[in-house]
């Protein structure tokens, strides 16, 4: 019991200190290995600074926007291809990129993700190219449209 309560504190000053260098005006981006993209808007990162017996992953959901869900999670037919395609989207342009780094803002409303976005080759966001693709609506936490 000790050693989870040492853990969730080491993890506690990790995560804390990541979100204090917000606060910095200059931004850091984490070079951080992509593990996946769980959907349009969400990836999941290595977190090796996670200690260990904890899962060292970090979910980061991409903050301002909203796309589509995808399967069971879509609420009609139109709305999983659109999320699929968000999905895909995603991950090609993860993938075609020389640099992904991750700019950490907050935690998510639901604690288990991080907010930020994804900074491609040094400056482009993933954030403003889901809105310019037509792949994602711009969100602040008010009342979802519905995709269907």
Not at 30 to 39: E, F, P, S, T
Not at 45 to 50: G, I, K, N
Not at 119 to 144: H, M, P, T, W
Request: proline share 3%; charged share 25%; hydrophobic share 45%.
């Amino acid at each position: 019991m000790r050693v989870f309560i040492l853990a969730v504190f080491i993890l506690a000053l990790s995560v804390t200190s990541v979100f204090a260098q917000r606060r910095n005006p200059e931004f850091v981006l984490h070079d951080w290995r992509v593990l996946r993209v769980v959907d349009g808007d969400t990836i999941e990162f290595e977190a090796l600074w996670v200690p260990r017996p904890m899962r060292q992953r970090i979910l980061l959901r991409v903050y301002g926007v909203d796309t589509p869900e995808k399967g069971h999670r879509a609420q009609c037919p139109r709305e999983a291809a659109r999320g699929q395609a968000a999905s895909e989207f995603t991950h090609r342009v993860l993938s075609n990129s020389r640099t992904v780094h991750a700019l950490i803002t907050d935690w998510d409303k639901y604690g288990g993700r991080v907010l930020g976005d994804v900074v491609l080759d040094g400056n482009i966001s993933l954030r403003a190219l889901l809105i310019q693709n037509g792949f994602a609506r711009e969100y602040f936490g008010e009342a979802k449209q519905s995709w269907c």
